[in-house]
């Protein structure tokens, strides 16, 4: 072996080394005094296996009566020395320093960069975290697997009968930057601000951060959801903005600077001969309406003047009048003249609810009243359905339908097995002034099994629960991933008889902003596409993984720069790993290894037809409960849509009784569900169940979310989440 081969081998074994300590670190958020560790015991081993080694060689020689340094000069020489070759591997990375600096060279990354915005009175500098956005462009766009992908996506013209993106929507469709560049990369960003640790008494507050990230919308809708493709841009200390930077324009002006770049000179990549140049541009910002407003220009209050960043409606109107043309909607012109105004006196911007500039204007494609999305998540789950589930329950106990108790039986019952099992109700939550706790999902599941839970107590003419079942009508349309134009016709109208019947029930006081929110959504999804695809849900499960980072290193003192730093070495080994857009499923329960022969005959005929295999009942399989392929989680006793009639829209179901792993392959194994007709009062389809099995790969579905079956009487219900469309995903 030459010295040349020895060292590739040596330095092949020291990249292995420093992923493997970059894996355990990062996935795990290991402290470094761990890490040196984890280090020091590899280090050890790796000695001890040379020893053995060692050891057995001598022993071999003096068998085989052979001097080892004579007859086997340079591999004798290696074999025999005290010390191991691979020693030496670890002295690059036995310190925090040293392997952070090994993995700067030698993998590809990208570094935070530390600005000082500016500094306090004591001299102390206000730093941000920036993450240079057409450096992460580019490393994810080295990558062979993530570029053929955007590559073969190329926008293709909406024909308008379906929304499934936002390039179907007519903001992309008539933008100044995208209709001149379509297939340039379409950055959705997302702002938010969060307490790093558990925001309790004195300290609430001090370790609040204002965070942006950003998706590529050109990846596959599918990828958009998990973690690695949501990207950081921005971490700033809230005290220092609200010191220093009210308005975000020191903040964002490196990412207006790298903005205004990319859309003009895009980036370059260099791989296999080519050079694939990408241009890029923002598309649009999400965020809670708070952090919107705060951005974009609009007033931060919501319980008196201009509430709406949509149109000019006074929060005294918003309780009277349920039709969008009743109000002003904003365009670029109404918002360049509330400029102009705020420009001639600061009193004006009380009168049109905009009150600074946003810094974002200075990006020539850039239209405040088109770039800030709604968000369902906190307009829907977080506001409008609690806040409807609420009072409906609570005037069901009030009337008397029902009690405390039973509502806690039949929750218990009905949400059995379920991962976001909604909160018990409380006396205290079914007051006049309570509300439903909760996750944003728990009150999304809640509301969605209101139907089974208290659908039976509840008088069929029940004006209260034609709120509800208005409701549901309207969240089938609004929270489906695919919409298609003609849901959109109805939608305006649903919203309108909506909020007239929660007015006739409930009283116009109860109308909130997020209330009216919605009379603009039939428009806002025409302009946007779904509405889901934009939502905050997606990114805040980024927060939760930054909040870890800082309680399992306990560093409050630099912590944006901390948490800056770990995203990015997470990112580094996410990108360093090969298959970065695996589809192949993986389960997320545990395992059962049994023979064919514990599935029922026929099943075991239809795999082999649909398999086109000889099985046997010897032949082993794997058995669980729960499979997870992408960001889809496939459980026993689900539903799945796997066809849609064409004309009526009705969907086919598959209710899942089996997952099977048969010769390296997963299949659902389940029985159709065909819909026979729809009870309105429970907002779900009764089903006739095919005898035959239907066997169906993970990702052969239409439609990615589960839908709840259930059984009434002995017959059975599937409720669906939403109303899915006759098109493929
Ligand atoms: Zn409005």
């Not at 001890?48 to 340094?69: G, K, L, N, S, W």
């Not at 099994?449 to 107590?457: E, F, P, V």
């Not at 709120?467 to 695919?482: G, K, N, Q």
Request: hydrophobic share 40%; charged share 20%.
């Amino acid at each position: 072996m030459t010295q040349t081969q020895l060292d590739q081998m040596v330095h092949g074994f020291q990249k292995h080394v420093a992923q493997c300590i970059l894996k355990l670190r990062e996935k795990h958020i290991l402290p470094v005094t761990v890490q040196q560790d984890v280090v020091a015991e590899m280090q050890l081993i790796t000695s001890e296996i040379h020893d053995a080694y060692r050891a057995m060689f001598v022993t071999f020689c003096e068998e085989q009566h052979i001097a080892p340094d004579d007859q086997l000069s340079g591999m004798g020489h290696y074999l025999n020395s005290s010390n191991s070759v691979f020693a030496n591997a670890f002295t690059n990375l036995d310190s925090d320093y040293k392997l952070n600096k090994f993995i700067a060279t030698n993998f590809a990354n990208v570094k935070v960069q530390e600005i000082v915005m500016a500094h306090y009175p004591s001299g102390k500098p206000a730093k941000f975290s920036y993450v240079p956005v057409s450096s992460v462009l580019e490393l994810t766009l080295s990558n062979v697997d993530i570029r053929d992908h955007i590559l073969s996506r190329n926008t293709v013209l909406s024909s308008g009968d379906c929304f499934s993106s936002y390039s179907d929507g007519s903001v992309f469709n008539e933008h100044a930057f995208f209709t001149e560049n379509p297939n340039a990369l379409r950055l959705h960003f997302y702002l938010d601000e969060f307490e790093v640790c558990n925001p309790i008494g004195s300290k609430r507050g001090k370790h609040k951060v204002l965070a942006v990230y950003y998706i590529i919308g050109n990846l596959d809708s599918k990828y958009c959801s998990e973690m690695k493709f949501i990207n950081l841009c921005l971490l700033v200390r809230y005290q220092h903005l609200q010191q220093f930077d009210p308005h975000y324009a020191i903040v964002l002006k490196p990412l207006i600077e790298e903005l205004e770049k990319l859309a003009t000179d895009g980036i370059n990549i260099d791989a296999d001969g080519n050079v694939y140049n990408f241009r890029a541009a923002l598309a649009t910002f999400s965020g809670d309406n708070l952090s919107a407003h705060s951005l974009a220009g609009y007033q931060r209050h919501f319980n008196c003047g201009r509430i709406c960043r949509f149109c000019m409606a006074n929060y005294d109107e918003i309780h009277v009048s349920f039709r969008e043309d009743a109000y002003v909607v904003r365009n670029k012109e109404v918002h360049d003249y509330h400029l102009q105004a705020l420009e001639v006196s600061e009193a004006n911007g009380a009168l049109y609810g905009v009150l600074h500039r946003c810094p974002l204007i200075d990006l020539p494609y850039f239209d405040v009243t088109t770039a800030f999305v709604p968000d369902i998540m906190h307009d829907m789950l977080e506001g409008v359905i609690p806040n409807v589930t609420q009072k409906i329950v609570q005037k069901a106990v009030q009337d008397k339908l029902v009690t405390v108790d039973i509502l806690n039986d039949r929750l218990h019952e009905v949400s059995r097995g379920l991962n976001d099992r909604p909160n018990p109700f409380t006396p205290r939550m079914l007051k006049q002034s309570g509300s439903i706790v909760g996750s944003a999902a728990q009150k999304w599941q809640l509301y969605l099994m209101l139907a089974r839970i208290l659908g039976t107590y509840i008088d069929k003419n029940d004006a209260s629960w034609e709120v509800y079942l208005l409701l549901r009508d309207i969240t089938d349309v609004v929270f489906a991933p695919v919409v298609s134009s003609s849901s959109l016709v109805h939608l305006e109208g649903l919203v309108f008889q909506f909020l007239t019947q929660f007015v006739a029930v409930f009283g116009s006081t109860s109308v909130t902003p997020k209330f009216h929110y919605m009379i603009h959504y039939a428009r806002l999804i025409r302009m946007y596409g779904p509405l889901r695809q934009l939502w905050c849900m997606r990114f805040e499960a980024k927060h939760q993984y930054f909040k870890s980072v800082i309680s399992s290193l306990g560093n409050y003192i630099t912590v944006a720069g901390t948490m800056a730093h770990r995203h990015q070495m997470r990112q580094c080994l996410e990108f360093s790993c090969y298959d970065i857009l695996s589809c192949e499923p993986f389960c997320v329960s545990t395992t059962k290894s049994l023979h064919m022969s514990c599935l029922p005959a026929e099943l075991r005929s239809a795999i082999a037809v649909r398999l086109q295999a000889d099985v046997d009942v010897t032949d082993p399989v794997t058995l669980t409960q729960r499979l997870r392929r992408l960001h889809v989680t496939y459980s026993v006793d689900s539903c799945f849509v796997v066809a849609v009639v064409e004309q009526e829209e009705i969907p086919v179901y598959v209710h899942i009784k089996y997952i099977v792993l048969f010769r390296d392959t997963w299949i659902l194994c389940g029985r159709l569900c065909f819909c026979a007709r729809f009870h309105r009062h429970i907002h779900a389809y009764r089903v006739n169940i095919d005898n035959d099995w239907a066997i169906v790969y993970p990702g052969e579905e239409v439609d990615y979310n589960a839908h709840d079956y259930f059984i009434v009487d002995e017959c059975s219900f599937i409720t669906s989440k939403y109303h899915v469309p006759a098109r493929t995903l």
